[in-house]
C-alpha cells in the first residue's frame, strides 16, 4: 500500500468534517476522492499532506507512520485547486523551487526542470511569469512543480475546479495519459462523478465525512452500496418506490403484468437522448414523478404527445435499490 | 463652472496651508544664498543632532520592521485567544497623543520606577538617554508596518505558503523565498512611512529625551532650540533639511505604495 488512513477523525471547532476514515490507496493506482461538497474530501487529502493535523487515526505512507510528519518531510506531491503558484517566479524558477530546497546541482535542475517542463508541454514558457499564463497552463506548471521532487505520492485537491469546461476535459485525459507514463500512486478530489469515473482507476466515495464506499468505477456502478452512492454517480430516478436509472425502464403503450400507469407531462429533446417527464400512479404508493431517459428512435416509435398515459416497467436487468 | 470654483477653492485651501509655509521657509533659507546655510547646517550641534536623529530612527526603523512582519503574519495567519486585544492594542498609539506617550515612558522606565530603577543598577539609563528615545518613537510609529502588510498577507492568502512546504521548504525557507518576496512592495512602503515618522517625530521624544544640547538632541528639537534662542537661520535651514527629507520619501512611498489590481 503506498497510502494507509486508519480511522482518522477530524473536528473544525464543533464540525465533525472526517468520522473514523480509513482508506487504502493502491501503488502505482489513480484513486478519485469523490464526494459533495463538505463531505471532507479535500479535509482527508490535506491530512495525508500533512497539511492538517488529525484529532484521533493514522495516516502511513509507503509503510512509514506520517501522522505527525511536518509537510516538508512527507514528500508528497500537492497540487491545489486555485494552481498556488509562485507569482514572483518564472516558469522555470516555479518547478525548480523543491529541488533548489533540496540543494541539488544546478546543472541536474536545469535538466531535470526541462525534461518536466517538455512532460507539460510548458517549455516554450519557462521564462514566462504565472501572470501571463492561462489557467490550464498554470495548473500544468503546478503539476510539474510537484512532480520535480519525485514525490512517493501525488495528491490534486479539484485540479480542474477552477476552469472551463473545455480545458477540463483536456486536462483529464492528459492527466490520465501523464499517469500512464509516469506511474506515481495519485489521489485526486473531485466532486465531478464522471471527472472519476473517466480518469480514475478507483473511486472513494465520501459525503458526511465517511467513506460511503470504495471500489473500481465498474464495482461501484454496478455494485452501489447505497441509494446515495447510486444516485451519486448517475442520474436516477424513482418508479414503484424505487431507485432505478432512467435508462433502465421500459415504456409500454399497454399494460402488462407488474408496469405502472404514467401520463406523460413533458418531452425533453437533447439530440440523441430523449428525456420523458412523467407522473407515475402505482396502487400503493402516492403519484410520483419519474423521468425516463430513451433513444431518439424509441420517442418516435412509441408517438408519445404530452397527455399520453403509458405503461412502466424497469428492464429485468436494470439495477434497483429500495429507497 | 462650479468645476472651477471648486478647483480654486482646494487649491487656495493647499496654498495657504502647506505650500505658502513651506516655501516661504525654503526661501527664507536661501535668501543669503547657500554659503549660510551650509555653514549653520555643518556646525557640531547640527551634525550631532543629525547623528541622533537618524541612529534613533534607524533602531526604530528595524525593530518596528521585525516587530511588524512578526506581528502581521501572527494576525492573518494563526488564530489565538486575545488575537482581537493585539489587534487593537497595535493601533493605540495613533490615538494616544504623542505627549502622553512620553510621559508614560518616564513613569514606566525612569529613575524612581521600579523597572527604571532596576536597570538604573544594571547601568542602562533609559529616560534621557538614547534608548528611552527609541523606544517614544517606536511606540509612536508602532503600527504603520503592521498595517501596511496586513491587507497584502491577506489577499495573498497561504496557498503559495502551504505549496512551499510540501516541496520541502521549512518555514524559515518559505518566509524568505515566498512570504517575503510576496509582500515586498508593502513592507518597503510601510517602512519608508515608518522612517519618514521617526525622523519627523517631536512630542514624545521631546519628553523623555530631556533636550540635552549636544547629547539628546535630535534634529526636530535642535530646530526648536534654534528658533527659540533667535538663531532663525539655523532653525530655518535645519527645517528645510526635514522638509527635503520628508519630500523624498513621500516620493519613494509613491514609487513603493502597492499598486491596485495588482
Redesign the interface.
Known amino acids: 500500500m503506498a497510502i494507509e488512513v486508519r480511522d482518522v477523525s477530524k473536528s473544525f471547532g464543533s464540525t465533525p468534517v472526517l468520522k473514523d476514515v480509513s482508506v487504502d490507496i493502491t501503488s502505482g493506482s489513480l484513486t478519485a476522492l469523490l464526494g459533495p461538497s463538505g463531505g471532507g474530501k479535500s479535509t482527508l487529502l490535506r491530512v495525508i ?3 492538517e493535523t488529525p484529532d484521533a487515526g493514522t495516516v502511513t505512507i509507503s509503510g512509514v507512520d506520517a501522522t505527525r510528519l ?3 518531510r ?5 497540487v ?1 485547486q ?7 517566479m518564472s516558469v522555470f524558477r516555479n518547478v525548480a ?2 529541488l533548489e ?2 540543494k541539488r546541482p544546478k546543472a541536474e535542475i536545469r535538466k531535470r526542470v526541462d525534461e518536466l517542463l517538455q512532460l507539460v508541454h510548458l517549455e516554450q514558457f519557462r521564462d514566462r511569469y504565472p501572470a501571463q499564463l492561462s489557467g490550464g497552463q498554470r495548473q500544468r506548471m ?1 503539476l510539474a ?2 512532480l ?2 519525485e514525490p512517493e505520492v501525488l495528491l490534486l485537491d479539484e485540479p480542474f475546479g477552477a476552469l472551463d469546461a473545455q480545458v477540463r476535459k483536456e486536462l483529464r485525459t492528459w492527466l490520465r495519459r501523464l499517469h500512464d507514463e509516469v506511474h506515481v500512486t495519485t489521489v485526486f478530489v473531485t466532486h465531478d462523478q464522471e471527472e472519476a469515473m473517466d480518469v480514475s482507476d478507483s473511486i472513494v466515495v465520501l459525503a458526511d465525512g465517511q467513506v460511503q464506499q470504495a471500489g473500481t468505477p465498474q464495482q461501484l456502478y454496478d455494485e452501489p452500496a447505497s441509494p446515495f452512492v447510486m444516485s451519486f454517480l448517475g442520474p436516477v430516478t424513482r418508479l414503484d418506490g424505487r431507485l432505478v436509472r432512467p435508462h433502465d425502464i421500459d415504456i409500454a403503450t399497454s399494460p402488462e403484468p407488474g408496469t405502472v400507469e404514467a401520463t406523460v407531462n413533458r418531452i425533453v429533446h437533447l439530440g440523441f437522448e430523449v428525456r420523458v417527464e412523467l407522473q407515475a400512479r402505482s396502487a400503493a404508493e402516492d403519484p410520483e414523478d419519474v423521468w425516463v431517459q430513451v433513444t431518439r428512435g424509441t420517442a418516435e416509435g412509441l408517438r408519445l404527445r404530452t397527455g399520453d398515459t403509458v405503461h412502466l416497467r424497469a428492464i429485468p436487468s436494470a439495477l434497483s435499490l429500495t429507497v | 463652472m462650479a468645476k472651477w470654483i471648486l478647483r480654486l477653492v482646494a487649491l487656495a485651501y493647499l496654498l495657504f496651508l502647506l505650500i505658502l509655509p513651506i516655501g516661504l521657509i525654503g526661501w527664507r533659507t536661501f535668501a543669503d544664498g547657500l554659503a549660510p546655510v551650509i555653514e549653520s547646517l555643518t556646525s557640531e550641534e547640527a551634525l550631532h543632532a543629525m547623528r541622533v536623529t537618524v541612529e534613533v530612527a534607524i533602531w526604530a526603523v528595524v525593530l518596528n520592521t521585525v516587530f511588524g512582519v512578526g506581528a502581521a503574519i501572527l494576525l492573518v495567519r494563526r488564530e489565538f485567544p486575545g488575537k482581537r486585544l493585539l489587534n487593537a492594542l497595535i493601533d493605540l498609539p495613533l490615538a494616544v497623543s504623542p505627549v502622553v506617550v512620553g510621559l508614560a515612558l518616564i513613569l514606566a522606565y525612569g529613575k524612581y520606577s521600579t523597572v527604571g530603577g532596576w536597570l538604573e543598577t544594571a547601568g542602562i539609563q533609559v529616560i534621557f538617554s538614547v534608548p528611552g528615545m527609541v523606544l517614544a518613537t517606536v511606540f509612536v510609529s508602532l503600527p504603520l508596518v503592521v498595517r501596511a502588510i496586513v491587507p497584502v498577507l491577506e489577499q495573498m492568502g497561504d ?2 505558503e ?9 518555514g524559515w ?1 518559505t518566509f524568505r ?2 512570504t517575503v ?2 509582500i ?1 512592495g508593502a513592507l518597503g512602503y510601510g517602512i519608508v512611512l515608518c522612517l519618514a515618522r521617526a525622523l519627523g517625530e517631536y512630542g514624545a521624544v521631546a519628553v523623555v529625551s530631556g533636550k540635552i544640547v549636544g547629547e539628546t538632541q535630535t534634529l526636530t528639537l535642535f530646530v526648536e532650540e534654534r528658533y527659540l534662542n533667535y538663531e532663525v537661520l539655523t532653525a530655518f535651514a535645519a527645517a528645510s533639511l526635514l522638509a527635503l527629507v520628508a519630500v523624498a520619501t513621500l516620493l519613494i512611498t509613491r514609487v513603493l505604495r502597492p499598486k491596485e489590481g495588482n
Request: proline share 4%.
Open positions: 499532506a500533512g497539511l511536518s509537510p516538508q512527507r514528500n508528497v506531491g500537492f491545489f486555485h494552481y498556488a503558484a509562485f507569482k514572483h523551487f523543491g530546497i533540496r503546478a512543480r510537484a520535480a521532487v | 496557498d503559495q502551504q505549496a512551499a512546504r510540501t516541496l520541502g521548504a521549512g525557507a523565498r515566498i518576496p510576496g515586498r
